[in-house]
């Protein structure tokens, strides 16, 4: 039995799955980002989905294969659905900041996705630092989203729990880093990998473990290897982008204490008007729930919900349905057709 489960672990990591099988067509691309259009065979809500995801990692996590994938819960579930693909930056675009996120794609993707969709209300859904974005997208203009989902998204970087050292000498100008990543123009997904590794420790070999006990399971090494190929395939990050998450949200927490612009506009949390569903996860060395909770008392929302759920970073979107808070909630603020 062992010599067999060492087979199939064996065969498990060299196995290549293919993800982001979802029907989906591209109708608007920008340099090197798409929005892509999934359409729902059986639609029931007026309420489209935006979905803006992280952009340090690829966003085919929310659509990892059959029966693996939250836009595919999503279709089934009635909702047609939009992602904005910022696509994989070079170092062509090692100028390209937050501001350039927000102004020449999230906000002109939006605007295309409303004409598509022939709508003017939508549902906003944010992933990781995708929900970073989201919130200052929707800070910035909250005329039509009527509903805001953010998911394991930072805020407050006030504290990382792990990390405090860290962050103290970030702020006391301790620690230099502008011109290393000036030389460097972009960061290479190499090093993005292992920055990641480094925060996560020891989880990052621990998965390897539990194949190993588990890998006469079909099911659970189907996923596995879906989720592996993710962790492991990482992008390149604009050196712009880096500096302006490390100074002006790391380093000086602007979402919280104020003084973020973006185009010269400032952001205001308060501006924020829709209907708020936030979720983190309790086990999530990456993104603690102490990030993501404190913007329930910044907004304006009257109808705002958190929820705290089990499991790790990434444990809300990998899923065949989506968790069922988000379910009930969606439901819940949706206008049937």
Not at 97 to 103: P, Q, S
Not at 175 to 189: A, Q, T, Y
Not at 277 to 296: A, G, H, Q, R, W
């Amino acid at each position: 039995m062992a010599k067999k489960n060492l087979a199939k672990f064996i065969q498990t990591l060299s196995y290549d799955p293919v993800v982001g099988q979802s029907e989906r067509y591209a109708i608007w691309k920008k340099n090197k980002a798409t929005l892509w259009y999934y359409p729902s065979k059986k639609r029931k809500y007026k309420e489209s989905i935006y979905l803006i995801y992280s952009i340090v990692n690829k966003p085919y996590i929310l659509d990892l294969g059959p029966s693996m994938s939250l836009i595919e819960a999503f279709n089934n579930a009635g909702y047609d659905a939009y992602l904005i693909d910022f696509g994989i930056p070079a170092y062509e675009d090692r100028h390209l900041t937050i501001d350039d996120y927000i102004t020449k794609y999230i906000q002109p993707g939006f605007k295309r996705a409303m004409r598509h969709a022939n709508s003017d209300s939508f549902t906003v859904i944010g992933f990781c630092l995708g929900g970073t974005l989201a919130t200052i997208f929707a800070a910035l203009d909250n005329r039509n989203i009527k509903n805001l989902i953010l998911a394991v998204s930072p805020i407050d970087f006030s504290a990382f729990p792990d990390y405090n050292n860290w962050l103290h000498a970030l702020r006391e100008d301790e620690l230099h880093f502008e011109e290393l990543i000036d030389k460097m123009g972009i960061i290479p997904p190499e090093s993005v990998k292992y920055g990641t590794r480094l925060l996560v420790a020891p989880l990052s070999y621990s998965h390897y473990l539990a194949l190993l006990n588990r890998s006469g399971e079909k099911n659970y090494t189907e996923k596995w290897a879906r989720m592996n190929k993710w962790t492991l395939d990482h992008i390149p990050v604009a050196g712009a982008t880096l500096k302006q998450l490390m100074n002006d949200f790391v380093r000086d927490n602007k979402m919280i204490e104020g003084g973020l612009t973006i185009n010269g506009e400032e952001v205001n949390l308060k501006n924020i008007h829709s209907n708020l569903l936030v979720f983190s996860t309790k086990n999530d060395p990456l993104v603690p729930s102490s990030l993501c909770e404190p913007i329930m008392d910044l907004v304006s929302s009257q109808d705002k919900s958190f929820v705290l759920f089990e499991g790790g970073h990434a444990g809300l979107v990998a899923k065949s349905n989506m968790p069922e808070p988000m379910e009930n909630w969606l439901r819940e603020h949706s206008t049937l057709i």
